[in-house]
Nanobody, 116 residues
Framework: QVQLVESGGGLVQPGGSLRLSCAASGFTFSSYAMNWYRQAPGKERELVASIAPAGGTRNYVGSMKGRFAISRDNAKNTVYLQMNSLKPEDTAVYYC?????????WGQGTQVTVSS
């Protein structure tokens, strides 16, 4: 079955950096676009970034542009999210996501807290 396991979250000071990882299994990873979402307390889950199956096309949303970078290693079935210049408003649970036909799969999420 499809499994997505995120890691790399934690507590970081404003201006700091974190690199999230998502290890995928149970499907042909290199055939699907991968996404990172986040959900802050009291807010709806929002798309952060997407990457095409071969990694050539990457899209970012809103204030994450220029600060976050999505990448993937198809040999390792892993997608990454490098987050720089972190702000308190980036505090959220970050989720890895893949859509396979009509179904969306999610990991358990990893908490990112940006605070001094």
């Amino acid at each position: 079955q499809v499994q997505l396991v995120e890691s790399g979250g934690g507590l970081v000071q404003p201006g700091g950096s974190l690199r999230l990882s998502c290890a995928a299994s149970g499907f042909t990873f290199s055939s699907y676009a991968m996404n990172w979402y986040r959900q802050a307390p009291g807010k709806e889950r929002e798309l952060v970034a997407s990457i095409a199956p071969a990694g050539g096309t990457r899209n970012y949303v809103g204030s994450m542009k220029g600060r976050f970078a999505i990448s993937r290693d198809n040999a390792k079935n892993t997608v990454y999210l490098q987050m720089n210049s972190l702000k308190p408003e980036d505090t959220a649970v970050y989720y890895c996501n893949v859509r396979i036909y009509e179904l969306r799969y999610w990991g358990q999420g990893t908490q990112v807290t940006v605070s001094s």
